[in-house]
């Protein structure tokens, strides 16, 4: 089932993240937590990295929203992101998870399957992630994806209405789906974004401070991607390479603005179980 959200409805909700500057918890990895806190700064959203047991729960029941990121999970950060999920759901607050190398390695492929049954409101990986959390795949070679997006369109259909959760699965066109089948594809980004370490993960935070300003996952997962990619557009347009990337993207997250996105975001039909069109 194609959605027709627009440009539009993207555009609208960059302009309310920038005025409502939405308070982010960002339990991440230990590799990208100064990157994700420069780039929720930079679109506009406020980060806070509280990320160990006791404190987790107490501040997730305040934030605007939280990301649980399977990046490097030790065992104090496990029992912080449990703590958080739960405290998240009685409060009523939104949460994205990222299942970073889920299916190669056994403990966050574990956790992540715990973590899933409690219903996040966006689960956000690339093909070979989505594939494994949803029961069809291997994983892939670590971080890295080993499967094309659309091959992953059919395990993220079944994973969004088993879980309840809006799926976007990061490609060359990102992949959205919604619990009640709904999908489509942002065609925006660039090759540079794989380039940069937090590149992906990242995104995860974005989505988690557009989903503070809906109740829809699907839309706010769709305006994040679009934002986040038509700055990667941008930057990659001045860089030498992934080292002036970097600090031209947290540049246009910057200054990309609402008239950005409606000049410049590519929003594309899926069909199940074939291809963006």
């Known amino acids: 089932?194609?959605?027709?959200?627009?440009?539009?409805?993207?555009?609208?909700?960059?302009?309310?993240?920038?005025?409502?500057?939405?308070l982010v918890q960002s339990i991440t990895n230990a590799v990208v937590t100064n990157f994700t806190a420069n780039v929720l700064l930079a679109v506009g959203a406020s980060p806070a990295m509280v990320d160990i047991p006791e404190e987790a729960g107490q501040f997730a029941s305040v934030a605007s929203g939280v990301l649980i990121n399977l990046g490097t999970p030790g065992q104090e950060q496990q029992t912080a992101m449990v703590e958080a999920v739960q405290a998240a759901n009685a409060a009523g607050t939104p949460w994205v998870l990222d299942p970073v190398a889920v299916g190669s390695l056994t403990v966050r492929t574990e956790l992540a399957h715990q973590l899933v049954t409690q219903r996040p409101h966006i689960i956000r990986g690339n093909a070979s992630e989505i594939m494994a959390l949803a029961g069809v795949g291997a994983g892939g070679r670590g971080v890295d994806s080993t499967e094309d997006p659309l091959s992953a369109l059919e395990a993220?259909?079944?994973?969004?209405?088993?879980?309840?959760?809006?799926?976007?699965?990061?490609?060359?066109?990102?992949?959205?789906?919604?619990?009640?089948?709904?999908?489509?594809?942002?065609?925006?980004?660039?090759?540079?974004?794989?380039?940069?370490?937090?590149?992906?993960?990242a995104l995860g935070a974005v989505m988690a401070a557009f989903a503070s300003l809906t109740d829809d996952a699907l839309i706010a997962a769709t305006a994040a991607t679009g934002v986040y990619t038509i700055a990667a557009e941008q930057a990659a347009e001045q860089a030498y390479g992934p080292g002036s990337f970097a600090v031209g993207f947290l540049d246009s997250l910057a200054r990309i603005g609402p008239d950005d996105v409606l000049k410049t975001l590519d929003l594309r039909p899926v069909d199940a179980p074939g291809h963006a069109r």
């Open 1 to 22: 089932m194609a959605i027709r959200y627009t440009s539009s409805d993207c555009a609208a909700l960059l302009e309310e993240l920038r005025a409502r500057s939405p």
């Open 156 to 201: 993220a259909q079944h994973l969004a209405g088993s879980s309840g959760s809006a799926v976007a699965v990061s490609g060359a066109v990102d992949l959205l789906v919604g619990h009640g089948g709904q999908m489509i594809g942002v065609a925006n980004g660039h090759a540079l974004l794989t380039r940069v370490t937090g590149g992906g993960c």
